[in-house]
């Protein structure tokens, strides 16, 4: 089929016998069981494959009563709510008896289409630019029944449907394992940068009880923000930047979504306010990531997080990376046992045992790290793009192959990864 081919357009109403959604059994989520019949929710439709990783089931009885929602071999299901809006895959009948909940659509195709063909269809950039017009101006991500039939697409024979159904079963597949296969490089590379700071920080400490000091004896000064900041004191402009935990993850501090007090507040709590090189400690939520405050914090407020003043024997990273380590965060954890929105508190930070080094020790550690970790990030970063290529490229496939823009009586798919 080449790029010239006629291929005539159909909606989806045309080329099936059933368009219809499920609804949610009588009883709602107490209904669910760990066996019996499969209940399709839109967390288990992704685009060209069903996840049965976390699927519920339903009774007979239930199945029964849901009589008009069942799932038949070849039914292509479509999801039409929420965050997963337009994701598409087919069902077979060796998984056994299935149903659906109302966010998920049946399309049952008619003889003269082809489910995978379908599937594909649906899934390509040409379906789901449609499904995201839908969408413009409205309130909710949600497509109804009537939308549904109206998407059109190409139909070309059964035979042609089938032929590029089998290209496309090849050829994705073959990028489907090149992307898990770069995604589980990537996995093991961020478990290898979590792992490096515990093995450079702690190796060579045989017994921690010895070889390590209380944080209290370390610090020039622990203490803690704004506990309890009156609503009065926020402000949507003209005043001063308060750093919160939403605000702190292990090593990095997001500036932008920094809340505003009024100058009023800011004078009240001097003592809250923040020097570059300090050390910033989550107490509630994630509790005990650390980050180093720079210098677009300098003399803000904090809320609510304890502040290390480090002092010329302590490096700001080097704490900032002992803190965060899976070592000090079990610590953490222990101390803050029955309510961690509480009992982590300045007293508990005090007690935390830092790895005895000098000054000097703990700079070449810190540059240690950080050129491992920069390694580490790079080749992350490398493998995401990969990823991202690869799924482009998918895309690109499918969009082709179904409108004729590739000859698939040619095409092998050999360079489809070429320079990835």
């Known amino acids: 089929m080449s790029a010239a081919s006629a291929i005539p357009t159909l909606r989806v109403k045309q080329i099936a016998t059933k368009i219809g959604s499920g ?63 337009g994701r598409v895959a087919y069902y077979r009948a060796e998984l056994g008896e299935a149903n659906v909940n109302q966010h998920v659509c049946i399309i049952r195709p008619q003889s003269s289409m082809d489910t995978r063909y379908l599937s594909y269809a649906l899934s390509s950039d040409l379906c789901q630019d449609q499904i995201a017009g ?45 992307a898990a296969l770069r995604k589980r490089v990537r996995e093991l590379v961020e478990l290898r940068n979590e792992r490096l700071v515990d093995t450079v920080l702690w190796s060579g400490l045989s017994n921690h009880k010895r070889r390590t000091i209380p944080l209290k004896y370390l610090a020039q000064e622990i203490s803690v923000g704004i506990v309890v900041t009156p ?40 003592k809250s306010r923040l020097s570059v090189g300090d050390v910033v400690v989550v107490r509630t939520g994630q509790a005990g990531a650390a980050a180093v405050v720079p210098p677009a914090l300098n003399g803000a ?15 700001p990273d080097y704490l900032q990376y002992v803190i965060n380590s899976a070592h000090t965060r079990n610590t953490i954890a222990e101390y803050s046992v029955g309510s961690i929105q509480s009992h982590f508190n300045v007293s508990s930070m005090k007690q935390v045992g830092i790895p005895c080094r000098t000054r000097n020790e703990q700079d070449d550690i810190v540059l240690e790290i950080d050129t491992s970790l920069q390694q580490g ?23 082709g192959a179904i409108t004729g823009m590739i000859d698939i009586t040619t095409a092998s798919g050999r360079n489809l990864t070429k320079g990835i």
Request: hydrophobic share 35%; with cysteine; proline share 3%.
């Open 23 to 85: 609804k949610t059994p009588s009883g709602g989520s107490e209904t669910y069981s760990d066996s019996g019949v499969l209940f399709i929710r839109s967390q288990n439709v992704q685009f060209g494959a069903l996840n049965l990783t976390d699927i519920v089931h339903i009774n007979d009885a239930t199945h029964r009563d849901m009589y008009s929602t069942r799932v038949h071999d070849g039914d292509v299901l479509l999801n039409i709510t929420g965050a997963s809006l």
């Open 134 to 178: 839908m969408q413009a101006g409205g309130n909710r991500d949600g497509l109804n029944f009537e939308q549904v039939g109206g998407l059109r697409l190409p139909v070309p024979s059964l035979e042609m449907q089938r032929r590029i159904a089998d290209f496309l079963d090849a050829e994705i597949s073959r990028l489907d394992r090149l």
């Open 231 to 270: 609503a009065k004191w926020y402000v949507d402009s003209d005043g001063v930047p308060a750093l919160r935990g939403i605000n702190v993850r292990p090593g990095h501090i997001d500036l932008s979504d920094l809340a505003n007090i009024s100058i009023e507040g800011h004078t009240h709590h001097s």
């Open 301 to 315: 407020n904090c809320i609510d997080l304890i502040i290390i003043r480090c002092g010329s024997k302590l490096s």
């Open 377 to 399: 990030s790079n080749a992350i970063e490398l493998l995401r793009r990969q990823e991202a290529l690869l799924s482009e490229r998918r895309k690109s496939l499918v969009l």
